[in-house]
């Protein structure tokens, strides 16, 4: 049975006459989905401080947008910091469809989020967006004392997509650390619904391919605009699922700063964010896995648990506490 908000969003949807995505040119589509936002979301919640922020790229600069939480100003000290990419298909999204989501999430974790806003498909193809938010991740700690932040406790997360590049930018800066390179030390991932397997194999691409807004020809829709190129999609930057398990710093499996993930119930891609390789027992390490709040990929607009500390198997921790 379909969660009744969820049955009432696409009935809105239908009623205002939003056609499919994959109907539509990218151009089109991200016309529709900035538009939507303003019967589909809450009204922007108001934060302690909004700034615009440009960003070097690696194709040029970058838009970002810092949020600091309403009660900040009761807070001594920097804050910690959540970089956030956006969800969309890598095709469509930008700050504003996620300003409403960004607010939220400073104001329930009390921490800091810088939003980017990374190239989109089909004007820039993969591995575009990866090399975008890896670079912006890399920036905010550069630049966090004039930021007002802690560089030593940042965070990355996104939804859908945006979940997809948060995991692996996490993996990209872990791998950097092993070689002994210029890294930054990730003390979270909030992975909400991620795309983690662009193949396209799970069972949900036909049980669940159509009637949720997420169907199966949107899914395809965004894959032939992110990645034109089929053979690239068991590139691990592609699919997350697809990465090497072992750390090469520790050498114990899937080292990476631990996860909160938040998975939906109703999409075709449903099964590919809980495809996350389980951290085994004896890494001591903790990540939360949610499924009740989001009916579907893409329905996420509900107050955020605050963060709370959690090891990694090299000894990693994060906390918006400190």
């Known amino acids: ?6 049955r009432a969003l ?23 989905y900035r538009e939507r936002r303003f019967f589909s979301q809450p ?24 949020y600091r939480p309403l009660q900040a100003a009761q807070q001594a000290g920097v804050l910690p910091v959540l970089v956030y990419f956006h969800g969309g298909g890598w095709v469509i999204g930008d700050l504003d469809t996620h300003d409403s ?8 974790s009390g921490c800091a989020v810088v939003a980017v806003d990374y190239r989109l498909g ?7 967006a990866v090399e975008d938010c890896v670079a912006a991740t890399r920036w905010v700690q550069e630049q966090a004392v004039g930021l007002g932040l802690d560089a030593s406790r940042i965070a990355v997360g996104g939804d859908s997509a945006g979940g997809n590049l948060a995991a692996v930018v996490a993996i990209t800066l872990r791998d950097a650390a092993a070689r002994g390179e210029a890294s930054v030390a990730l003390r979270h991932q909030l992975l909400i619904y991620p795309a983690t397997d662009m193949r396209a194999v799970a069972p ?3 049980s669940n391919g159509q009637g949720y807004l997420l169907t199966a020809d949107t899914i395809a829709y965004f894959r032939g605009h992110y990645i034109p190129d089929r053979g690239q999609d068991s590139d691990w930057r592609a699919s997350r699922r697809c990465c090497a398990r072992t750390c090469r710093a520790c050498r114990r499996p899937s080292c990476s700063p631990p996860a909160s993930t938040r ?4 999409a075709a891609s449903t099964p590919t964010g809980s495809a996350l390789p389980a951290r085994p027992r004896s890494t001591s390490a903790s990540s939360a896995s949610s499924t009740a709040s989001s009916p579907w990929a893409g329905c996420l607009m509900r107050p955020t648990p605050r963060w709370t500390s959690a090891p990694g198997c090299c000894g990693a921790r994060w906390s918006a506490e400190g």
Do not use: I, K, Y
């Open 204 to 206: 949900s691409h036909s």
């Open 43 to 66: 009204d922007p919640a108001p934060v302690g401080e909004l700034r615009e922020l440009s960003l070097p790229g690696p194709a040029g600069a970058l838009r970002a947008r810092l």
């Open 122 to 128: 089909p004007e820039a193809v993969f591995p575009a």
């Open 1 to 6: 049975m379909l969660d009744p908000q969820a």
């Open 10 to 32: 696409l009935d809105l949807m239908e009623a205002r006459g939003v056609p499919p995505t994959h109907t539509l040119t990218p151009a089109e589509a991200r016309r529709f």
């Open 263 to 266: 998975c939906a119930t109703r």
């Open 101 to 108: 989501l960004c607010r939220q999430l400073a104001n329930g």
